[in-house]
């Protein structure tokens, strides 16, 4: 079965950067996209952007180009988010989940959660 | 300000049915298909529909999508407690900066 195995939760100061890993498990790792989406205490979804695993191809949210770097180890399957320059306001549980596409696109299977918690 | 206007709550009573609206504009909902998730206190989102109408396997039939226009619905019938959640509807904006949006999310409380 379909699973996305995220990293344990983070505690940063301002100013560091935090690395969270998804690790992918029962499909074929490189047929499919992954994204990042995060949720800040008490808020709605916000999409963070996209890499193909297939060619690390990526399209980061704009508020985030330039801080947010997405990779992939294809012999690990495993997908990586950093986020660099930390604010108070990067609180959040970060979630990846994987890309599908039919007509359109989705997201059919989805990590547990990792929590970045920013704080002096 | 999320770019789909999703009602900030809806409830019902156990049993009945409820609508989940979804506003957008041509540039995301117009021209491209949505997908809806559920997400149950404390989890991860759950994939409910996609492409518009398309239920993943094991989601009851009790769940619906539509879309018309610029706008799009979730509808569940026969609601039951288990249904508390947050719902999300989703989709691709076309827009210059092409990316992936969410509605703010409905809290669905069954009274």
């Known amino acids: 079965q379909v699973q996305l195995v995220q990293s344990g939760a983070e505690v940063k100061k301002p100013g560091a950067s935090v690395k969270v890993s998804c690790k992918a498990s029962?499909?074929?790792?490189?047929?499919?996209?992954i994204s990042w989406v995060r949720q800040a205490p008490g808020q709605g979804l916000e999409w963070m952007g996209w890499?193909?695993?297939?060619?690390?191809?990526?399209n980061y949210a704009q508020k985030l180009q330039g801080r947010v770097t997405m990779t992939t180890d294809t012999s690990t399957s495993t997908a990586y988010m950093e986020l660099r320059s930390l604010r108070s306001d990067d609180t959040a549980v970060y979630y990846c989940?994987?890309?599908?596409?039919?007509?359109?696109?989705?997201?059919?299977?989805w990590g547990q959660g990792t929590l970045v918690t920013v704080s002096s | 300000q999320s770019v789909l206007t999703q009602p900030p709550s809806v409830s019902a009573a156990p049993g009945q049915k409820v609508t989940i609206s979804c506003s957008g504009s041509?540039?995301?909902?117009?021209?491209?298909?949505v997908s809806w998730y559920q997400q149950l206190p404390g989890t991860a989102p759950k994939l409910l529909i996609y492409?518009?109408?398309k239920r993943p396997s094991g989601i009851p039939d009790r769940f619906s999508g539509s879309k018309s226009g610029t706008s799009a619905t979730l509808g569940i019938t026969g609601l039951q407690t288990g249904d508390e959640a947050d719902y999300y509807c989703?989709?691709?904006?076309?827009?210059?900066?092409?990316?992936?949006?969410f509605g703010g999310g409905t809290k669905l409380t069954v009274l």
């Open positions: 989703g989709t691709w904006d076309s827009s210059l900066s092409a990316n992936w949006v």
């Open positions: 989940a994987r890309l599908e596409q039919g007509y359109g696109y989705w997201f059919d299977y």
């Open positions: 029962g499909y074929t790792f490189t047929s499919y996209g």
């Open positions: 890499i193909s695993a297939y060619n690390g191809n990526t």
């Open positions: 492409d518009n109408n």
């Open positions: 041509s540039s995301n909902i117009g021209n491209n298909y």
